[in-house]
């Protein structure tokens, strides 16, 4: 099935040119994306990428006609495979669509009808569009699904969505996108919702796909590091225009418009840390459809702006290198020549700060969640009583104004820990002292000294602040509940945390619908910080935010943390973030830390080997580095029945390196291994063979 | 052209906006969600089209309301617009008057005098089952466990008897009177009320403001009633619109079984039931009470529903 790339000028699968789609609203239609042009050719990956906003969903929208009933193409042209797609009727390119186009959206779940056997709803594609036999149908599900490296793929069939993983769901997405042998293919972020290890698998697989089937992909993303392992070419979208369009090679070493800078210096580059880089987010934010500037898109952000900018639109031209870009000055904008713009520049926290007195200590902290049977013994209360063993076994020190990050995949026990310590569940098992005083209760067992001491950033932005309160009342809330402050002061304080939080007066009466989404993370930052707490958990504060916001809030977390001195267990799925702002880092899997030591030591070898499957997995902004690749095999196991021994046994890829292929790794719960320097791995695998394991990750200068 | 340096210096403050919106525009733009939707408008000018003729009937009517002064059972004519009652009672006026004890006023007995409260019969029964059920269910929602079991078993073991058959234990055991019509109102009411309260509760209570609330270790009370409730406020009011609707309803139904607000104030129920018996010689005693009913209720309905359509799409 492999194709050979044919020779000579070959025709684009897919050639946009000056596309422009307006969705109207009441009151008049705003374009939501404006003179868009790429093409892609067979065996070729595209890769869209920005910031949400900008309009890469609608670019693939409009190839499929999928805009909804306000949306329409106002101008330019979509030709496939040589024919123009506007202005065919609606049955013409629904056949096109299921014929030649295939898409695959980000969550899995929502692509496949929860109601049909996964079977039932692959062999329609089939029969629906080609007419194929049943029998012949279910032959070719079967060998697609194995061919996305489905495990059992006849016993899949009968199984209903819910049955199977996420990744799994994905994989058979993909797998049904693939079944008519589509021309094109369209991603819409479609490993944003899965675990990095998974993400990593799913796009080796999609690598795979498109050079065997020699398909031409379009591929969104939010995420430069995904775009760089799958991607030939780029283009970066800003606002609803294309601004830049390279070789993925082009794109990451010579960037040439400011926003793709801005956007690369915005991410921590994987082993950078908090000492020895900063991170420059770009200024203001991506401006709405219907208040766009008159000039460049980008001038009001942009470092470089000059009075043209502001007046006149650049086009989209080619540079000496092949590059496309629009951007009047690209030959004369020189990024080794950028200064940070002093207001984001951070004082690097001072080096080797010696680690203070230890003011949080878990020691074997347990926490299982009692599990209803479903026979009639359980009903009854005779059933042997199970559990959901979500922590088992977490140990751990948090030194005074250090930072542990815990990393893991979804699943693993990171939220249940810090639930747990912060006392929204008691624990069942184990000892936690914070400053000394007893935490294994709940909230109920503390006294209000103790809840003060302890606050929270939380995940969602959307759900952190209550729609109902203005900020200025849920950032004063705190400070009324524990009393820190004077009543008469309440508002001048709340008016120094708002600055703190670099959000200006005017806020303080601002409801939270009327802020964006990492507005609402530094008002959330702000509110746990009003009871001038000694220990702050932040539960992912910024995996749901673009990069750009994503940098000023660490940013920002850094300089709270360096003002007030505040202890911060860091939880994310990030490892560049962690590694980045994390002291110590703790890895966990199936509800234990696997290991835990200072940052830097995490990230080189002696690796756990789960630590070092995870670093194998994370997707780098740099395709010139060089990965080992290790890839883990199924899913994490259930946490009612966990593994014996070693809880990684099932998935470990390095239990070969022990005699009889690590038959101990079954029998027996492996003994904590000290690597020096506080670094603690747990395995059997002695201490010499992991350090002789070479790096996983090489960056070539 | 030599290089550009960059200008770092350019301030870039967010989009600057005076302070938050005045209460009285918050109300307004509270208010301007109804005209988004046609059916809302349509059913708000229905409901308002009541509130008008019971506001002028307070100062004036035709003719008075309960004075036998005609012909009886007289159809439509110049002078009695919509006709007259087996009373020889104008039936214009005594419409007029009826739209009273519904929205406008609650009549309460105080030694031997009766003084009037402003707020009508069904709307004080749909906010008291509005306050029963909403405390009821946040508990429920809330607490969870036990608490959640026990109220809303006891609250399903209350809806198993039809509402008409409450009504009348309540009547039979009490006596007439308005109070008594809203009592009966509020307590069938409330069970529906606390199960909306508990699903909204048990929804908002995952949210991330929540834990935040939980975590400065705030008091139960304060979770359900400051952090929750607000935002649940939105579904319960649209419910509570139907609700009127459907009090009006059994109003109007206890009127005709002669058990609802007593004499000799006319309410709509209890002029169909008079007029029933005639109902084959005029048929129009019956029709224009039973036309005002529905044509309240169903405005009502359309503006709940276009209320809740907005909503949903709101807060999207």
């Given at each position: 099935m492999i194709a050979s790339p044919t020779t000579g000028p070959r025709m684009p699968v897919l050639k946009v040119e000056n596309l422009a789609v307006a969705y109207k609203i009441r009151g008049g239609e705003v374009?939501?994306?404006?003179?868009v042009s790429f093409e892609i050719a067979r065996g070729e990956t595209f890769g869209v990428v920005g910031?949400?906003?900008?309009?890469k969903s609608t670019t693939a929208w409009a190839v499929v006609n999928?805009?909804?009933?306000?949306?329409?193409?106002?101008?330019g042209s979509i030709k496939f495979q040589g024919q123009?797609?506007?202005?065919?009727s609606g049955e013409e390119l629904r056949q096109l669509r299921g014929d030649q186009i295939a898409m695959v959206y980000q969550d899995p779940m929502q692509s496949?009808?929860?109601?049909?056997?996964l079977g039932d709803q692959m062999k329609e594609v089939l029969t629906v569009?080609?007419?194929?036999s049943d029998a012949e149908a279910t032959r070719r599900c079967v060998e697609m699904l194995d061919r996305v490296y489905m495990p059992d793929p006849a016993a899949v069939l009968r199984r209903?969505?819910?049955?199977?993983s996420g990744g799994q769901q994905q994989r058979v997405v993909i797998a049904m996108a693939l079944l008519n042998n589509p021309a094109l293919l369209i991603m819409d972020?479609?490993?944003?919702?899965?675990?990095v290890t998974v993400e990593a698998a799913v796009l080796d697989l999609i690598a795979e796909l498109r050079r065997d089937f020699d398909t031409a992909i379009m591929f969104i993303s939010h995420n430069l590091g995904v775009i760089a392992r799958i991607c030939n070419r780029v283009g970066v979208m800003y606002a609803g225009e294309l601004v830049e369009r390279a070789t993925v090679q082009e794109l990451f070493?010579?960037?040439?418009?400011p926003y793709t800078q801005g956007l690369i210096r915005c991410l921590p580059r994987l082993g950078a840390d908090k000492a020895g880089s900063v991170l420059y987010p770009i200024r203001g934010r991506v401006p709405p459809p219907s208040n766009?500037?008159?000039?460049?898109?980008?001038s009001p952000r942009c470092?470089?702006?000059q009075e043209r900018c502001r007046l006149e639109r650049p086009e989209l031209r080619q540079l000496p290198n092949g590059t496309f870009v629009r951007c009047h000055f690209a030959e004369v904008i020189d990024p080794a020549a950028w200064i940070p713009s002093a207001d984001v520049r951070l004082i690097p926290?001072?080096?080797?700060?010696g680690a203070g007195a230890p003011i949080l200590e878990v020691q074997g902290l347990k926490k299982y969640y009692p599990l209803q049977g479903s026979s009639l013994r359980d009903v009854v209360g005779l059933g042997e009583q199970r559990f959901?063993?979500?922590?088992?076994d977490a140990s751990f020190t948090v030194h005074k104004g250090q930072t542990l990050g815990i990393v893991g995949e979804?699943?693993?026990g990171k939220s249940t820990l810090v639930k747990t310590i912060i006392g929204l569940e008691s624990s069942s098992g184990g000892r936690a002292e914070f400053l000394g005083l007893?935490?294994?209760?709940?909230?109920?067992?503390?006294n209000t000294e103790l809840i003060r001491e302890l606050q929270m950033v939380f995940q969602n932005p959307d759900a952190?602040?209550?729609?109902?309160?203005?900020v200025g009342y849920q950032i004063a809330r705190p400070m009324e509940r524990f009393?820190?402050?004077p009543k008469g002061q309440i508002r001048a304080e709340v008016l120094r945390l708002l600055e703190a939080v670099?959000?200006?007066?005017?806020?303080?009466?601002?409801?939270?619908?009327?802020?964006?989404g990492g507005e609402k993370q530094r008002v959330g930052i702000a509110r746990a910080l009003a009871s001038r707490p000694d220990l702050v958990l932040c539960?992912?504060?910024?995996?749901?935010?673009?990069v750009s916001v994503q940098a000023a809030l660490l940013n920002l977390l850094l300089e709270v943390q360096q003002e007030y001195g505040t202890t911060m267990v860091f939880i994310a799925h990030d490892l560049s973030v962690v590694r980045y702002f994390s002291d110590q880092v703790a890895v966990m899997y199936l509800g234990q830390v696997v290991d835990i030591g200072p940052a830097e030591a995490i990230y080189a070898?002696?690796?756990h080997p789960y630590t070092e499957a995870l670093l194998s997995a994370v997707p780098i902004p740099d395709p010139a580095a060089q990965q080992r690749r290790i890839r883990l095999e199924g899913?994490?196991?259930?946490?009612?029945?966990p593994p014996s021994g070693c809880r990684f046994h099932t998935r470990?890829?390095?239990?070969?390196?022990?005699?009889?292929?690590?038959?101990i790794c079954e029998m027996e719960v492996p003994p904590w291994r000290e690597a020096g320097n506080g670094h603690r791995i747990l395995c059997h695998i002695p201490l010499e063979t992991l350090r002789d394991l070479p790096p996983v990750i090489t960056v070539s200068p | 052209m030599a290089a550009i340096q960059p200008t770092p210096e350019t301030p870039l403050g967010p989009v600057a906006t005076a302070g938050g919106p005045s209460r009285g525009r918050r109300l307004w733009s509270s208010l301007s969600i109804i005209f988004e939707s046609r059916i809302a408008t349509v059913g708000f000018l229905m409901v308002m089209f009541w509130i008008v003729i019971g506001l002028l009937s307070l100062v004036?009517?035709?003719?008075?309301?309960?004075?036998?002064r005609f012909v009886q059972?007289?159809?439509?004519?110049?002078?009695?617009l919509l006709g007259t009652d087996n009373l020889g009672r104008d039936t214009l006026s005594r419409l007029m008057v009826g739209t009273q004890v519904v929205l406008l006023k609650t009549r309460v007995p105080v030694g031997d005098r009766t003084i009037s409260l402003p707020i009508g019969v069904a709307i004080w029964g749909v906010l008291g089952s509005l306050t029963l059920g909403t405390f009821l269910g946040q508990i429920a929602g809330y607490r969870g466990g036990r608490w959640d079991q026990t109220i809303m078993q006891l609250l399903d073991a209350f809806v198993a008897f039809p509402s008409i058959v409450l009504y009348l234990v309540v009547i039979a055991a009490l006596g007439r009177g308005d109070l008594v019509v809203i009592f009966a109102i509020a307590i069938t009411g409330a069970p529906g009320v606390a199960r909306l309260a508990r699903s909204l509760t048990l929804d908002i209570s995952t949210r991330d403001y929540v834990r935040a609330a939980e975590t400065r270790g705030e008091s139960q009370w304060y979770v359900m009633f400051r952090e929750i409730l607000p935002n649940a406020r939105g579904p319960l009011l649209v419910d509570a619109m139907l609700r009127v609707g459907y009090a009006i309803f059994a109003i109007g139904t206890l009127g005709f079984l002669g058990l609802?607000?007593?004499?000799p104030d006319p309410d709509w129920g209890s002029m169909v039931n008079e007029a029933r018996r005639f109902m084959f010689s005029t048929a129009w005693g019956v029709i224009w009470p039973s036309l005002a009913i529905s044509s309240l209720v169903v405005g009502l309905s359309l503006l709940a529903d276009g209320l809740r359509e907005e909503l949903n799409r709101y807060q999207r």
């Open positions: 374009e939501a994306i404006q003179n910031e949400s906003g900008c309009g999928f805009l909804g009933a306000n949306g329409y193409v106002k101008r123009e797609l506007l202005g065919k496949l009808n929860p109601s049909m056997r569009h080609r007419g194929v209903y969505p819910h049955q199977i972020e479609p490993t944003t919702a899965l675990d070493a010579d960037p040439q418009h766009r500037p008159a000039g460049c898109v980008f470092d470089y702006v926290p001072p080096a080797g700060n959901v063993q979500a922590l088992e979804s699943g693993c007893d935490i294994t209760g709940d909230l109920s067992d503390r952190t602040m209550n729609p109902s309160y203005t009393g820190t402050v670099r959000l200006g007066e005017n806020y303080y009466n601002r409801l939270p619908r009327q802020l964006s539960d992912e504060p910024v995996s749901a935010l673009d070898p002696p690796y899913t994490v196991p259930s946490a009612i029945d470990c890829p390095r239990r070969a390196l022990l005699p009889d292929g690590g038959r | 004036w009517t035709p003719f008075p309301p309960n004075e036998s059972n007289l159809p439509p004519n110049t002078t009695n609802g607000l007593p004499p």
